[in-house]
């Protein structure tokens, strides 16, 4: 019933920029964190950032402080992660997750979501 889907993947050059998408069916963002995470070959899957239920509070691994952003649209019930200057670190699967447990502050951690969108497949490269 509750489902979150990602778009926006794709291939670009390192020093460039992607946006993705996290669209929310089901339920309204404003009861529910948001969390998104990637998985790289041969790596286990990792959090990427966080944003709570009132949109006020995000949370950022050091990997991509200051490049990345998280936000969030109320009007389309969609959660963006604005991502600039990629390196080619940042090649992985991109997932979008959502809890519901009714958590007001998130957490950038696997056991803190419950429903997962297929993810996205991110690509930089030369």
């Known amino acids: 019933q509750l489902q979150v889907v990602e778009s926006g993947g794709g291939l670009v050059q390192p020093g460039g920029s992607l946006r993705l998408s996290c669209a929310a069916s089901g339920f309204s963002l404003d009861y529910h964190i948001i969390g998104w995470f990637r998985q790289a070959p041969g790596k286990e899957r990792e959090g990427v950032a966080c944003i709570s239920s009132s949109g006020r509070t995000t949370k950022y691994a050091d990997s991509v402080k200051g490049r990345f952003t998280i936000s969030r649209d109320k009007a389309k019930n969609t959660v963006y992660l604005q991502m600039n200057s990629l390196k080619a670190d940042d090649t992985a699967i991109y997932y979008c997750?959502?809890?519901?447990?009714?958590?007001?502050?998130?957490?950038?951690?696997?056991?803190?979501?419950?429903?997962w969108g297929q993810g996205t497949q991110v690509t930089v490269s030369s």
């Open positions: 997750a959502a809890d519901n447990s009714g958590d007001y502050y998130c957490e950038i951690s696997r056991d803190e979501y419950d429903f």
